[in-house]
């Protein structure tokens, strides 16, 4: 829950419209959550070397990352404005929509942003 109020703090999603994105994004993650498992079971049951990769131990991880600091967070995530850059994205919310059309073209809504 705190990632949730963590993503709509950030994209300033007002309380009424929550309901969706809290609905949809608790689906989509249920569906990819049963993909990946299936896709790991099928995987393992065709490569059972597989099993011996992943059970590695990773002696390259830092092990003071948990320490530092948290890194100031920059004006815009990376991921973000490369989706800005490749989709018509309104300015403010429209409803629920994740898409609307405007002047004969659609536009994604800062509702389909905070679904991703």
């Known amino acids: 829950m705190f990632i ?26 249920i569906v990819m959550r049963g993909a990946m498992i299936f896709a790991g079971v099928w995987l393992v049951s ?8 992943f059970g590695v131990p ?7 990352a948990a320490l530092r600091p948290p890194a ?15 989709l018509r994205i309104t300015k403010r919310f429209h409803d629920e929509h ?6 004969g073209r659609r536009w994604a809504t800062p509702m389909f ?3 991703g």
Do not use: C, K, S, T
């Open 4 to 29: 949730f109020v963590m993503i709509f703090g950030y994209f300033a999603v007002p309380p009424e419209l929550q309901r969706r994105v809290l609905l949809y994004g608790v689906l989509g993650a």
């Open 72 to 86: 100031a967070r920059p004006r815009q995530e990376p991921l973000l404005r490369w989706v800005q850059g490749h």
């Open 58 to 64: 990773d002696h390259h991880r830092d092990q003071d």
């Open 98 to 103: 994740f898409f609307v059309l405007q002047n």
């Open 113 to 115: 942003l905070v679904l």
């Open 46 to 53: 065709q490569f059972a070397w597989l099993l011996y990769a």
